[in-house]
């Protein structure tokens, strides 16, 4: 038996997830797919929600059981005609159906909706599962496992849906497919397709969820950086050895999905990002607003120069999306892309520097982050020594000096720093300096 949304809505306002917060959800359901595994009912719904000016598609499963479960009683979403229906993520029967859709290659079908697993490998049999807390915009469940290659996989199901293929699921499962180290082992996704008036063909389709091996118990490198700079330890080795590994991915990537000339058009597309973001920062973020104009002539100062090949990159990295790993060393997470970017551009092809210029963003960050502490540690020395170390340790496995290209990386580092003031307007006020300081910095120096 199915619900309705409207049983769905009061819960789904409460959710860390739901992104119109302080509205009432106004819900329709766009379609359903049904499975039954150990006797529970697994209904996943996607609904449209119509809140807020732009309708937004999200994925909601939820299980159904005659009895209630005990330890899901925070889980649970209601009561209806004797039946219990829970948060379908903290229910091990839902991580069962999941990984066994994508390891066996099931179809899922339910009203105007359908769904196939695409499994790379099989992870194994699910032991037990839990939800990872804190996260604000995905439910991830750890499963621990036997007789797979791994001892645990963490399964991401995406709670909101865009038609298109989702770069973290094609991004690693490329990564692994060429047998790269440097990103978890990934084992499969889950692809579905729905009803789109909007679309030619009346149809779109999109990822529900993928599955990954697990790292648990290391820590990232933005813990590591910061512990580091705050002790005043030399981080440069560590930042030489971050520069290779990404020097790797991007290899890896190039050779693995397809790569462009970075002709007129292209180079447009990779720019409109960046021309948004600096209109949105001078109108909301006043400290902004008098470098602004000098943002937009550097913008198109370098649009017309000569720029490398595109390709896909992380597209929203820094030290917080590397795992530092003592049988792999670094490894990179999180290959979905800049949160606020349109999902078709985060799979566009785009330029290696601009993960570049995250990166070296990240390092000034931690400097940044020690000059609010109490009393505030001067690391400004380290943060230079780290940016150079890095970049060292990029050009000697990259084979180029990517320093020939210092007018288009200062234009990738400006842009996230415009990006970060955006963010620390909204969030953080008392950190915008972090931002601003660089963004007077590397405009002078692009002007100069």
Same mark, same amino acid.
């Given at each position: 038996?199915?619900?309705?949304?409207?049983?769905?809505?009061?819960?789904?306002?409460?959710?860390?997830?739901?992104?119109?917060?302080?509205?009432?959800? &106004?819900?329709?359901?766009?379609?359903?797919?049904?499975?039954?595994?150990?006797?529970?009912?697994?209904?996943?719904?996607?609904?449209?929600?119509?809140?807020?000016?732009?309708?937004?598609?999200?994925?909601?499963?939820?299980?159904t059981r005659d009895e209630p479960l005990a330890g899901l009683e925070n889980s649970l979403i209601g009561e209806v005609d004797g039946r219990f229906h829970y948060d379908g993520p903290h229910d091990p029967a839902y991580a069962k159906s999941l990984l066994r859709a994508i390891g066996e290659n099931r179809e899922l079908t339910g009203h105007d909706s359908t769904a196939r697993g695409h499994a790379l490998s099989s992870p194994g049999r699910i032991l037990s599962s839990r939800v990872l807390s804190g996260e604000q915009s995905n439910t991830s469940i750890i499963c621990d496992l036997e007789g797979g290659s791994v001892p645990s996989v963490i399964a991401k199901v995406f709670r909101v849906l865009h038609h298109g293929e989702n770069p973290d699921v094609t991004t690693q499962a490329a990564l692994t497919s060429a047998g790269s180290h440097r990103v978890?082992?990934?084992?499969?996704?889950?692809?579905?397709?729905?009803?789109?008036?909007?679309?030619?063909?009346?149809?779109?389709?999109?990822?529900?969820?993928?599955?990954?091996?697990?790292?648990?118990?290391?820590?990232?490198?933005?813990?590591?950086?910061?512990?580091?700079?705050?002790?005043?330890?030399?981080?440069?080795?560590?930042?030489?050895?971050?520069?290779?590994?990404?020097?790797?991915?991007?290899?890896?990537?190039?050779?693995?999905?397809?790569?462009?000339?970075?002709?007129?058009?292209?180079?447009?597309?990779?720019?409109?990002?960046?021309?948004?973001?600096?209109?949105?920062?001078?109108?909301?973020?006043?400290?902004?607003?008098?470098?602004?104009?000098?943002?937009?002539?550097?913008?198109?100062?370098?649009?017309?120069?000569?720029?490398?090949?595109?390709?896909?990159?992380?597209?929203?990295?820094?030290?917080?999306?590397?795992?530092?790993?003592?049988?792999?060393?670094?490894?990179?997470?999180?290959?979905?892309?800049?949160?606020?970017?349109?999902?078709?551009?985060?799979?566009?092809?785009?330029?290696?520097?601009?993960?570049?210029?995250?990166?070296?963003?990240?390092?000034?960050?931690?400097?940044?982050?020690?000059?609010?502490?109490?009393?505030?540690?001067?690391?400004?020395?380290?943060?230079?020594?780290?940016?150079?170390?890095?970049?060292?340790?990029?050009?000697?496995?990259?084979?180029?000096?990517?320093?020939? &290209?210092?007018?288009?990386?200062?234009?990738?580092?400006?842009?996230?720093?415009?990006?970060?003031?955006?963010?620390?307007?909204?969030?953080?006020?008392?950190?915008?300096?972090?931002?601003?300081?660089?963004?007077?910095?590397?405009?002078?120096?692009?002007?100069?």
């Open positions: 038996m199915s619900i309705d949304a409207e049983f769905l809505s009061d819960w789904m306002a409460k959710q860390r997830w739901y992104s119109a917060k302080g509205r009432s959800p &106004q819900l329709r359901v766009k379609g359903t797919l049904l499975d039954e595994i150990d006797g529970v009912q697994v209904t996943s719904y996607l609904l449209i929600d119509e809140a807020s000016a732009r309708p937004v598609l999200y994925h909601v499963p939820v299980t978890p082992t990934s084992f499969g996704s889950l692809e579905a397709s729905w009803p789109d008036s909007g679309r030619e063909d009346g149809r779109a389709i999109g990822h529900l969820a993928f599955v990954q091996e697990f790292l648990p118990g290391l820590d990232d490198a933005w813990r590591v950086a910061l512990s580091a700079a705050a002790a005043g330890e030399d981080f440069t080795e560590q930042a030489y050895g971050l520069g290779v590994a990404t020097a790797e991915v991007h290899a890896t990537l190039a050779e693995a999905l397809p790569t462009v000339e970075a002709g007129p058009d292209e180079i447009e597309g990779a720019m409109v990002s960046m021309r948004r973001r600096i209109d949105s920062a001078a109108r909301e973020v006043p400290r902004v607003a008098p470098f602004a104009d000098r943002i937009r002539e550097i913008y198109a100062s370098v649009e017309k120069g000569a720029w490398p090949r595109l390709q896909r990159i992380h597209g929203d990295y820094h030290l917080g999306q590397t795992l530092s790993s003592p049988e792999l060393g670094w490894v990179l997470l999180d290959f979905e892309g800049e949160p606020m970017r349109p999902m078709p551009e985060r799979s566009r092809p785009d330029s290696i520097l601009r993960d570049v210029a995250g990166m070296l963003r990240s390092f000034d960050y931690v400097a940044g982050a020690l000059e609010h502490n109490n009393p505030p540690v001067d690391a400004r020395a380290w943060a230079s020594a780290a940016r150079k170390s890095f970049v060292d340790g990029y050009n000697a496995t990259a084979g180029v000096d990517i320093r020939e &290209q210092r007018a288009l990386l200062d234009a990738f580092e400006i842009d996230k720093a415009v990006y970060e003031s955006l963010y620390e307007a909204r969030n953080r006020p008392d950190w915008l300096d972090i931002p601003l300081a660089a963004i007077e910095r590397l405009v002078a120096r692009s002007t100069a």
